[in-house]
């Protein structure tokens, strides 16, 4: 008991004994080397998305099971979304990706101008994929695609565009083909349109916290730019780049299976 | 194919030839998964849709998120992540699978009423 104490205590003087001068200044004084350090926090940040990945996975799993018992639902719900909004937010999150992992090689390399530009460029497409989505969430507000009880979809004005899905669950409830302008809603029967609702408090509890996400991936991109700018990175110490890189790749991963899941169903 | 990426000589720096490659390819998967997801493939849709993304999802990983050259044990726990993944929807779809007739009798009533 003693003897560890005593070396740990000689340890530890040992080690304030060592200084700051041979010490590279951003090397904490519990690693060994920066390697070791880049490591640790490597690994640290990989446990952290697993934390993520499981965190998502919840709402992943409601999804796959509601619509391994409903796809009908899922069919009727999807008609709402709109497929090309969809699309280019994915473009726009995987040029963001790929920006990012620009970044990361500009910061390997030093090159610090590049690596901001980077980080700008990725901001931006960031911008963008909420800009769309605002644009889509507000719509579905106005449509009354909305989630549980509150949802009342409307059938548009051109009856033409009424897709064979929606007549089919109508019909099976109401009196005949629904009409233009009459709230699809009320078509449904009772438990439809409560499945219905269940399918869009699914829709936007996904893209809801994979927007929270995306929103706190921009904080993260603007530290960085904000520490490039101060020139607190160089090849030998770009941890925070090459970490808050892999967030916002995660961020892109949930995007690419939400995309087909939400938006593509026949 | 580089796997001495257990040694400390420096991190892997990724050709930007190889980055914008995996753009095009992850556009062009994004468009294929649009094109197929119009089509009708017979009860495929959603097994084709899985595959492309599972791939898009493969390439992020292994390029942009490094786990080619980086450390193996990093890799390790993001595959652990995705088989916990299978494992809590495995016994969630048998859960929801074995209430399923009790919601359905439930439903019918409602409808009775």
Redesign the interface.
Known sequence: MTSTTVTAAEAHAHGEGHGHGDHPPFLQHHFTDP?QQ??AA??GL??F??TE??FF??L???Y???R??HPEVFAYASNFLD?NLG?TN??VL??S??TV??G??NA??GQRKLLMINLVITLLCAGTFMGIKYVEYSHKYHEGLLWGGNHHSIFKADAEEIPESVKEHSKAWSTGIPEAGVPAAKAL???MRRKVGTFFATYFLLTGLHGIHVLIGMILLTWLLIRAGLGHFSPEYYTPV?LG??YW?LV??VW??L???L???? | MSHDSHT?DG?H??P?KT??A??IA??LL?GL??VT??M?LGGF?LAV??V??TV??TI??L????LFW??R??GL??L???M??GL??AF??LD??EY?PSVEEY?IQ??AE
Not at chain 2, 63 to 66: E, G, L, T
């Open positions: 390697a880049f490591d490597k690994l990989w446990v998305l697993l990945v499981l996975s919840a992943f799993v409601l796959t099971s509601y391994a018992l497929t699309a994915t473009a995987l040029v990706s790929f992992a620009w990361v090689r390997q390399l029967s009772p438990s090459d890189a892999l790749h892109d991963l690419i299976f995309f087909p899941l938006y593509l169903i026949r | 400390h991190p720096v990724v930007l980055l914008v995996v753009l992850l556009l994004t998964t649009v997801g119009k009708d849709d849709a899985l492309i993304a898009k999802a992020v990983c390029i942009f998120m490094h980086d450390r044990f990093n726990i993001f652990f992540s995705v916990l993944v809590f929807l969630v779809s929801a699978g399923q439903e409602e409808l």
